[in-house]
């Protein structure tokens, strides 16, 4: 099977700080990768997709120089919250697109991390 | 747009219940259908995933259907069990884009 991992799992940080959360396909490439945040007691929302060696493509009303996200290998994307404020205490999720080996296209979600800004 | 709705929001059944979970989208375009469940706090757990040209896959205790013309899955649950509470969430992928849109979940109470 396909696993993606996060890390961290749970991150608690001060107000005003950056955090950045790492998502990674551990037996597969990933050319893309999706990040979805979850807000409590609502469904995932697509931020954005992050396409390995170039720039992100964001979601409408996702501030992209709030949420830094950066594909620099196959098999490794992250998230960075800048200058974290309570309101962006949520639950991230990313999800990889399957190399060729995988049939349609499947894409595996990580399991999430847990961010709360105090 | 799509859109993705789950009726019903909450669910308690006693332990043993057959049970269904409805899924509806207004997109009949789509590429595949997921089922999750997502245990309190935690991420993700796939169930199971139905392509545009299946009508239904199983797994175990669990059977996903799916109608695309009519806009609707189901999540079936035999012989519920009290290891079956969590929140069922389903997500649909529309043709041509590697988006997914979920639903807001059924949050599932099995009783012993």
């Known amino acids: 099977g396909a696993v993606v991992s996060q890390h961290p799992s749970r991150v608690i940080c001060k107000s005003g700080t950056s955090v950045k959360i790492e998502c990674r396909s551990l037996d597969f490439q990933a050319t893309t990768m999706f990040w979805y945040r979850q807000f409590p007691k609502k469904s995932l929302m697509l931020m954005a997709t992050s396409n390995e060696g170039s720039k992100a493509t964001y979601e409408q009303g996702v501030e992209k120089d709030k949420f830094l996200i950066n594909h620099a290998s196959l098999t490794l994307s992250t998230l960075t919250v800048t200058s974290a404020h309570p309101e962006d205490s949520s639950f991230y999720i990313c999800?990889?697109?399957?190399?060729?080996?995988?049939?349609?296209?499947?894409?595996?979600f990580g399991p999430g991390t847990r961010l709360t800004v105090l | 747009k799509q859109e993705v709705t789950q009726i019903p929001a909450a669910l308690s059944v006693p332990e043993g219940e057959n049970l269904v979970l409805n899924c509806s989208f207004t997109d009949s375009a789509i590429y595949n259908l997921q089922w999750f469940r997502q245990d309190p706090g935690k991420g993700l757990t796939s169930l199971l995933l139905i392509q545009s040209s299946q009508r239904e896959q199983t797994s175990g205790r669990l059977n996903a259907s799916l109608d695309k013309s009519s806009g609707r899955s189901t999540l079936y649950i035999a012989a519920s069990q009290p290891g079956d509470s969590a929140t069922y969430l389903c997500a649909v992928r529309s043709s041509g884009t590697y988006k997914y849109i979920f639903g807001t979940g059924t949050r599932l109470k099995v009783l012993a």
């Open positions: 999800s990889a697109r399957g190399d060729d080996r995988f049939s349609y296209n499947e894409q595996f």
